[in-house]
């Protein structure tokens, strides 16, 4: 009988770790990304008026101010948290128009650890801003009574933001694979580039979603403090 993680077959054993497939792609999906923009990092730093250069800068303006208009000013460490979400999400749904490639985002583990590191985010923003105390006393208020409802609002919202990347991305992914097995590869070609659209959107959304949670307990800390 063959071993399987969260219902995928192991492809190999790494010692005791096993290695699914949506774990090989997303390996593949950060070297990728690792060969992508390494480059562009080294015409930053050397050919800044280069035509690489400028689009690395035009980039990382895009993400800047992503983080700025949901934060209300310059945050570095959640410009590279969620520039590293939107990476890997925009990286793994143009890996998946490859023949043969099924982005990582397509497996509901896959989209549920993404959701849980923003999950762990929003208190260790909070914190950071509120301090222990502070940021944990927000449950309690205005009643004690709603300690309930507050965490089920923070469990829920973890959910949602799963299960709507995996929705999206398995449905726009299942049906171009489909009509390249029906038809052929070259016709479904206008699908496959609305599927990277829709890909690069949901990208976007659950980076803008990750960026407004965690932006929220920022802002909130610093107005107590003010």
């Given at each position: 009988?063959?071993?399987?993680?969260?219902?995928?077959?192991?492809?190999?054993?790494?010692?005791?770790?096993?290695?699914?497939?949506?774990?090989?792609?997303?390996v593949?999906?950060?070297?990728?990304?690792?060969?992508a923009?390494?480059?562009?990092?080294?015409?930053?730093?050397?050919?800044?008026?280069?035509?690489?250069?400028?689009?690395?800068?035009?980039?990382?303006?895009?993400?800047?101010?992503?983080?700025?208009?949901?934060?209300?000013?310059?945050?570095?460490?959640?410009?590279?948290?969620?520039?590293?979400?939107?990476?890997?999400?925009?990286?793994?749904?143009?890996?998946?128009q490859?023949?043969?490639?099924?982005?990582?985002?397509?497996?509901?583990?896959?989209?549920?650890?993404?959701?849980?590191?923003?999950?762990?985010?929003?208190?260790?923003?909070?914190?950071?801003?509120?301090?222990?105390?502070?940021?944990?006393?927000?449950?309690?208020?205005?009643?004690?009574?709603?300690?309930?409802?507050?965490?089920?609002?923070?469990?829920?919202?973890?959910?949602?933001?799963?299960?709507?990347?995996?929705?999206?991305?398995?449905?726009?992914?299942?049906?171009?694979?489909?009509?390249?097995?029906?038809?052929?590869?070259?016709?479904?070609?206008?699908?496959?580039?609305?599927?990277?659209?829709?890909?690069?959107?949901?990208?976007?959304?659950?980076?803008?979603?990750?960026?407004?949670?965690?932006?929220?307990?920022?802002?909130?800390?610093?107005e107590?403090?003010?």
């Amino acid at each position: 009988m063959s071993a399987e993680v969260f219902t995928e077959h192991v492809l190999v054993w790494l010692g005791p770790v096993p290695l699914t497939r949506t774990m090989a792609t997303s390996v593949a999906t950060s070297l990728f990304l690792w060969g992508a923009l390494a480059p562009v990092g080294r015409a930053v730093a050397r050919t800044p008026e280069g035509r690489l250069a400028a689009a690395g800068r035009l980039m990382y303006r895009f993400l800047r101010n992503l983080v700025t208009e949901t934060v209300g000013h310059p945050s570095r460490g959640l410009e590279i948290f969620s520039g590293s979400l939107f990476l890997f999400i925009a990286g793994a749904a143009l890996l998946g128009q490859l023949p043969g490639f099924a982005p990582p985002t397509t497996n509901l583990a896959a989209t549920s650890a993404l959701a849980v590191l923003v999950f762990l985010a929003v208190p260790f923003a909070g914190i950071r801003a509120r301090g222990l105390s502070g940021y944990f006393k927000r449950y309690f208020q205005p009643s004690p009574l709603l300690f309930p409802l507050h965490l089920v609002s923070e469990l829920s919202r973890t959910l949602a933001l799963a299960l709507r990347l995996f929705g999206n991305m398995m449905s726009g992914h299942l049906i171009v694979a489909l009509i390249v097995a029906l038809v052929g590869l070259l016709v479904p070609v206008p699908l496959m580039a609305l599927d990277l659209l829709i890909g690069l959107l949901q990208a976007y959304i659950f980076t803008i979603l990750a960026s407004v949670y965690i932006g929220a307990a920022i802002r909130v800390g610093e107005e107590e403090g003010a």
